[in-house]
């Protein structure tokens, strides 16, 4: 079969090939600067040499100006025309450096290593099936962590908690609360430390985040802050609840039906169910201009499939979408699942839904009670 090819169309699909390999290589660049400190350094600092920046980090000089090197090329650093003096201007900073709290986008630059370190073994996987368990990933569960420091902790009392009317006199007064997925327990122990009438359980697979947030916990002294290592596909809770997070869990679990099956089961009547996860739509057409849509799917592929296949499960992936998510929580026996979107995670939906009753139904109940 002939075939007609438009030479300006293949020129531009190369140009376009060559500047994502190009920035796949920054990503990783980025996560270097971040780890190191070097971004920190250079926030506010003079215009300096690679010498003085390496001395300042406490860094190898050698490997320090290789990286700004590659800094330059990329248009994060600026340089000089003698090639000497390197400055990270701060309208760059405040997007890479710890200095701004709340607006790191160099964290997230550490997925692309974190799932590259298994590139083998998801080749493996595509060609004899199966998947790779969380064990396999090098800092996973601390950039994970690291990740929802920012996106969760930094904004859990003023933008999260205030989808759900009344629950912050309700946690005030003396509630029970169980965080499903928690990871390394963060969003827990800041609830724990505001709310001490309440009671808080964390649950995850996997030992060392459980034992990182155990000893958070006891470092802070906490008496009502309680994790424990379990697999959620078979979890029973003898008690009932009166609030459940999943931040950021529910896809990635081996069976997000009988996770969720489980949550509407454990929940008291009228309790609430808050589960952050991915904005996405479950048909890739609608995700084509998806400002994450390039590393969710990779995430996907290289992970978030992987650690659920890998236990037998389902393999939803990253991107199972919101309308699957919407039709999983009412098999799962919710009803009136609102969604939010919140300014400062442009990544996530917030899904709010109470037990048996409307959320407006729900909302007023509480505040009775409150009332009480
Ligand atoms: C994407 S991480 C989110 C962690 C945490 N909620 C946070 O926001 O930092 C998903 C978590 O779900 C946990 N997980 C996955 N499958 C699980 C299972 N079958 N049972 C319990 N936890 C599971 C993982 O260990 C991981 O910590």
Not at 227 to 250: C, G, K, M, N, Y
Not at 322 to 332: G, I, L, S, Y
Request: charged letters at 20%; one cysteine or more.
């Amino acid at each position: 079969m002939a075939c007609e090819i438009d030479p300006v169309k293949a020129e531009g699909f190369a140009g376009s090939l060559v500047e994502m390999i190009n920035q796949g290589a920054m990503s990783i660049m980025i996560s270097i600067g971040h780890q190191t400190g070097l971004f920190d350094v250079m926030a506010g600092m003079e215009p300096s040499t690679s010498k003085e920046i390496a001395d300042q980090s406490g860094l190898h000089e050698r490997y320090v100006r290789e990286w700004l090197n590659a800094m330059v090329v990329g248009k994060i650093v600026f340089v000089d025309d003698s090639s000497t003096y390197y400055h990270l201007p701060m309208e760059h900073a405040m997007f890479l450096s710890r200095k701004f709290p709340g607006d790191n986008i160099a964290l997230f630059a550490q997925y692309i290593p974190v799932i590259a370190g298994v590139e083998q073994k998801v080749i493996h996987c595509f060609k004899n099936g199966g998947g790779i368990p969380y064990s396999e990933y090098v800092r996973f569960h601390e950039v994970m962590a690291e990740d929802s420091g920012q996106t969760i902790i930094g904004a859990l009392f003023d933008h999260i908690l205030t989808l759900i009317p009344g629950i912050t006199q309700r946690l005030e007064k003396g509630i029970s609360v169980l965080d499903v997925g928690c990871g390394s327990g963060r969003a827990l122990i800041q609830l724990g430390e505001r709310f001490p009438n309440s009671v808080f359980l964390g649950i995850d697979l996997c030992k060392e985040p459980i034992e990182k947030a155990r000893k958070s916990t006891e470092e802070k002294g906490l008496q009502n802050v309680f994790f424990h290592q379990a697999d959620l596909t078979s979890f029973r809770p003898d008690v009932e609840f009166d609030l459940i997070t999943a931040f950021d869990a529910i896809h990635d679990q081996a069976r997000p039906d009988l996770v969720l099956k489980t949550i509407y089961d454990c929940l008291k009547d009228n309790g609430v169910f808050l589960m952050q996860d991915i904005d996405a739509s479950e048909k890739v057409y609608n995700n084509l201009d998806h400002p994450f849509g390039r590393l969710l799917y990779s995430i996907s592929t290289m992970h978030c499939t992987s650690v659920s296949l890998a236990q037998g499960g389902m393999g939803l992936g990253t991107m199972w979408g919101t309308e699957r998510a919407n039709r999983m929580m009412r098999q799962a026996g919710f009803n009136n699942v609102t969604e939010n979107r919140l300014p400062h995670d442009p990544m996530n939906c917030y899904f709010v839904v109470s037990k048996n009753c409307t959320n407006t139904q729900a909302s007023l109940i509480e505040l009775e009670e409150i009332d009480d």
